[in-house]
C-alpha cells in the first residue's frame, strides 16, 4: 500500500512568488492535514480537508489557502510568500475516525524563500 | 487551553543505555488521545503510540515502552537498550476533538542522539 506522497520534494522560491505544494493521501483516507515545521517552532498545524471541504484551520494568514480534491488529494497554495515561511511542509491523511486514528505523515515539502 | 510540553530538546546516550523521553500535557478535555511520533532525518513522522484518555494501562512493544499517568498529566516513552538506529526527533502530540473538530497538538520534540 502506498504511503502518502508529497510533491515536490523541495522547493525554491523568492518573496512575493506563490508555491503549491500537492498531496495524496493514503487509498481509503478521505482526510488530509498539512502542517508546517518550521526551524525552532516545531509542527504547527495549518489546515485540515475532509470530504473536501476545510474542516479546521490553525492560526495562519488567510495566504495559506488549500483545497482537497474528490479523489481527496489536497494541495496548499502559499501566496505572497515571505522569507519565514521557509519551512518543511508536512501532509498527513488518515480515516474517517480522526481523534481515533493516528496520521500517516509523508515526507514533506522543503520551501525554501530566498 | 491545550498544550503539550517536552522540556527535553536534546538527549545523547551510548548505545545500550535506556533513556526516557518526558512528555507533559494539558487538557481540559475528559475525552483525548495521546500520541508518540518518531522523525528520522529523512524528515516522515512515524506513528509509534496512540493512547486514549481511559486507558491508563502501561504499554510495551519490543524496547520501546510507555507510561501513561493521568494524575500527572504525563506520557513518558522510554527506549531500553537503545541502538544508534533509534537517532531522531521524538514528538509527543494531543489530540483534542470537541464541536466536531480536532487537530494534533505537537510538542516541540525531543532529540534523541544514540553514539555507538
Known amino acids: 500500500e502506498a504511503g502518502v506522497t508529497q510533491s515536490p520534494t523541495h522547493l525554491i522560491k523568492t518573496r512575493g512568488q506563490q508555491a503549491t505544494l500537492r498531496c495524496s493521501p493514503i487509498?481509503?483516507?478521505?482526510?488530509v492535514y498539512w502542517y508546517q515545521q518550521a526551524l525552532g517552532l516545531g509542527l504547527q498545524f495549518l489546515l485540515w480537508?475532509?470530504?473536501?471541504?476545510?474542516?479546521n484551520r490553525g492560526n495562519f494568514p488567510p495566504r495559506f489557502s488549500g483545497r482537497q480534491f474528490p479523489n481527496y488529494s489536497s494541495e496548499l497554495n502559499v501566496n505572497a510568500l515571505e522569507l519565514e515561511d521557509s519551512a518543511l511542509y508536512l501532509c498527513?491523511?488518515?480515516?474517517?475516525?480522526?481523534?481515533?486514528?493516528?496520521?500517516?505523515f509523508g515526507n514533506g515539502t522543503r520551501l525554501t524563500v530566498t | 487551553a491545550q498544550k503539550v510540553t517536552q522540556a527535553q530538546t536534546e538527549i545523547s546516550v551510548v548505545e545500550k543505555e535506556d533513556v526516557t523521553l518526558d512528555c507533559v500535557y494539558e487538557?481540559?478535555?475528559?475525552?483525548?488521545?495521546l500520541f508518540w511520533y518518531k522523525q528520522p532525518p529523512s524528515g516522515e513522522l512515524v506513528f509509534l503510540i496512540r493512547?486514549?484518555?481511559?486507558?491508563?494501562q502501561n504499554e510495551i512493544s519490543g524496547r520501546y515502552s510507555w507510561n501513561f499517568q493521568k494524575s500527572t498529566s504525563s506520557f513518558n516513552f522510554t527506549i531500553t537498550a537503545s541502538q544508534v538506529v533509534d537517532s531522531a526527533v521524538y514528538f509527543c502530540?494531543?489530540?483534542?476533538?470537541?464541536?466536531?473538530?480536532?487537530?494534533?497538538?505537537f510538542g516541540t520534540g525531543t532529540r534523541l542522539q544514540v553514539f555507538p
Open positions: 487509498s481509503g483516507h478521505t482526510s
Open positions: 487538557t481540559r478535555d475528559t475525552t483525548y488521545y
Open positions: 498527513a491523511s488518515s480515516p474517517g475516525d480522526r481523534a481515533n486514528s493516528p496520521l500517516h
Open positions: 480537508y475532509d470530504e473536501g471541504e476545510e474542516r
Open positions: 502530540a494531543l489530540s483534542e476533538k470537541r464541536y466536531n473538530t480536532d487537530k494534533l497538538i
Open positions: 493512547r486514549n484518555s481511559f486507558d491508563e
